[in-house]
């Protein structure tokens, strides 16, 4: 078992920036991939950006270029630094790992709240 557990959620206005930090414990080994997804009501949970234990990093269309993932593995840490913000990134975060074993097992964070709003 994987646990993850978020921080650094909160208010921001547009235009602002922010930096989500997500922690894992319990059963670190051979983790794949990290990364964000977020969700809104009414929507599907949606990929924001991942990292891959070789570091290859992706990102969803909407946070290219404004948002950067990044993995401290020394650390099991893995960042999502969040700029130029706006209303439309108001959404609950979650930290997502994927672990390789004899199965592809998937791991979700308690999601951490971001609003984007003046």
């Known amino acids: 078992q994987v646990q993850l557990v978020e921080s650094g959620g909160g208010l921001v206005q547009p235009g602002g920036s922010l930096r989500l930090s997500c922690a894992a414990s319990?059963?670190?080994?051979?983790?794949?991939?990290l990364g964000w997804y977020r969700q809104t009501p009414g929507k599907e949970r949606e990929l924001v950006a991942a990292?891959?234990?070789?570091?290859?990093?992706s990102y969803g269309d909407s946070v290219k270029g404004r948002f950067t993932i990044s993995r401290d593995n020394a650390k099991n840490t893995v960042h999502l630094q969040m700029n130029s913000l706006k209303r439309e990134d108001t959404a609950v975060y979650y930290c997502?790992?994927?672990?390789?074993?004899?199965?592809?097992?998937?791991?979700w964070g308690q999601g951490t709240q971001v609003t984007v709003s003046s």
């Open positions: 997502n790992a994927l672990q390789v074993g004899q199965q592809i097992d998937e791991y």
């Open positions: 319990g059963s670190i080994f051979n983790i794949l991939r």
């Open positions: 990292v891959t234990s070789s570091g290859r990093t």
